[in-house]
C-alpha cells in the first residue's frame, strides 16, 4: 500500500510523518504551492509531486488532506484521470465520503473518510501525540477493515461509524471542543468584572477545570456534577442569572442549566427538581 498526500498542511504533514514512522511506504506530496510539498517531502523523507497525475501514477491510495471545501474540486480534477482501484480518503470531520467523492463507485474507484478525533495544531510537532488519537472512518467501498487495522497498527484506536450520522458525530466533537471554549469565555468575562486578567483568571481556573474534566471523562457527566443545579439550590441560580450584563450570557447559562436539571434529575431521582425547573422556564419567558 503506497499512500500520497494532496495538501501539505497541518493534517498532511502529521499523517505522512505518522505513516512514515510506523513503516507505511508513503510516496509524497503534491500541494498547491510546490514549495509546502517540498517541506512535507523533507520533513517525512518522501518526494515532492508537481503535478496531480504523477502523485496519483506512484499511490495506491491519496488522502486529499486539502481544507474542507477544496476536498470536492480536487477530485473532481482527479477522477478526469484513470482512477479505477484507487482509494481516495479525507479527513473532514464534517463530510461524509459519499459527499467528498461524489460517484466515486462509478469510476471504480474507492472512498473513505479518515477523521483523526484530534487537535493537529502543528505541522512538525502533532504527528507525535496521533499514536494516542482516536480515528473515526467511514466510506464506501471494502477497504475499511484493512484501514481500520493499519491505523491500529499504528498504535491509534479506531471507530467504524455511518455516514448517515456523521453530522452528528461532528456536532458531538464541537460540543465536547469548540462550545467549550465559549463557556470558559463567558467565565473569563465575568471574571473580568470581579478584576481579574485574563492571564489570573485562567491560572485561577485551572485547578477547578482539570479536575471537573477528569471526573467527568473518567465517571462519565451524571457522576461529575456538582453545583446550584445539582442541590437545587434555586436562589443561586436566580442570582446567577440575573448578574449577566447581557441576555446572551443569561440565555445560555439558562439553556446549559436546563441541560443540567435533566441530569441532576437521573443522579437523584428522590430530589424534586420542579421549582428549577420552574425558574429556568421562567426566565425563558
Ligand atoms: N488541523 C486539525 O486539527 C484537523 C483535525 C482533524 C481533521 N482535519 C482535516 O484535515 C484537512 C486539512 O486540514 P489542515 O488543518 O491540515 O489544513 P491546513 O493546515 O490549512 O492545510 C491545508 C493545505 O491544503 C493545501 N491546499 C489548499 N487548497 C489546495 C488545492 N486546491 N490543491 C492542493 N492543495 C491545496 C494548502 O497548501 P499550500 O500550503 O500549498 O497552500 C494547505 O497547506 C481538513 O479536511 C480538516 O477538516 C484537521
Request: aromatic share 8%; glycine share 8%.
Amino acid at each position: 500500500m503506497k499512500i500520497g498526500f494532496i495538501g501539505a498542511g497541518k493534517a498532511g504533514f502529521s499523517l505522512g510523518r505518522f505513516f512514515v514512522e510506523g513503516g507505511i511506504h508513503v510516496t509524497g506530496y503534491y500541494s498547491r504551492h510546490e514549495e509546502s510539498a517540498r517541506e512535507a517531502a523533507f520533513f517525512t523523507r518522501t518526494r515532492a509531486y508537481d503535478t496531480l497525475g504523477a502523485i496519483l501514477r506512484d499511490s495506491d491510495a491519496l488522502f486529499l488532506t486539502v481544507p474542507d471545501g477544496a476536498i470536492s474540486p480536487v477530485f473532481q480534477e482527479l477522477e478526469s484521470m484513470d482512477i479505477s482501484q484507487k482509494q481516495f480518503c479525507h479527513c473532514s470531520g464534517a463530510m461524509t465520503a459519499k459527499e467528498a467523492f461524489l460517484d466515486i463507485d462509478r469510476k471504480g474507484a474507492y472512498g473513505y473518510s479518515i477523521h483523526p478525533l484530534f487537535p493537529i495544531s502543528s505541522k512538525k510537532k502533532s504527528y507525535q501525540e496521533l499514536q494516542g488519537a482516536f480515528f473515526c472512518i467511514e466510506g464506501i467501498g471494502p477497504h475499511l477493515p484493512e484501514w481500520k487495522e493499519r491505523l491500529q497498527s499504528l498504535g491509534a484506536k479506531v471507530q467504524m461509524i455511518s455516514g448517515e450520522t456523521k453530522i452528528q458525530y461532528h456536532a458531538a466533537c464541537a460540543i465536547a471542543s469548540n462550545l467549550v471554549c465559549a463557556l470558559a469565555d463567558e467565565s473569563l468575562e465575568l471574571l473580568a468584572q470581579c478584576g481579574f486578567s485574563q492571564e489570573l483568571a485562567l491560572q485561577a481556573l485551572a485547578p477547578l477545570m482539570r479536575s471537573n474534566l477528569e471526573h467527568l471523562l473518567a465517571e462519565g457527566p451524571k457522576n461529575a456534577l456538582t453545583g446550584p443545579v445539582e442541590r437545587c439550590d434555586t436562589e443561586t441560580v436566580r442570582k446567577h442569572l440575573e448578574c449577566f450584563p447581557d441576555n446572551e450570557g443569561k440565555e445560555m447559562y439558562r439553556a446549559v442549566s436546563r441541560k443540567l436539571t435533566g441530569l441532576a434529575e437521573q443522579k437523584n431521582p428522590n430530589r424534586d427538581y420542579g421549582a428549577m425547573k420552574k425558574l429556568l422556564e421562567e426566565m425563558e419567558a
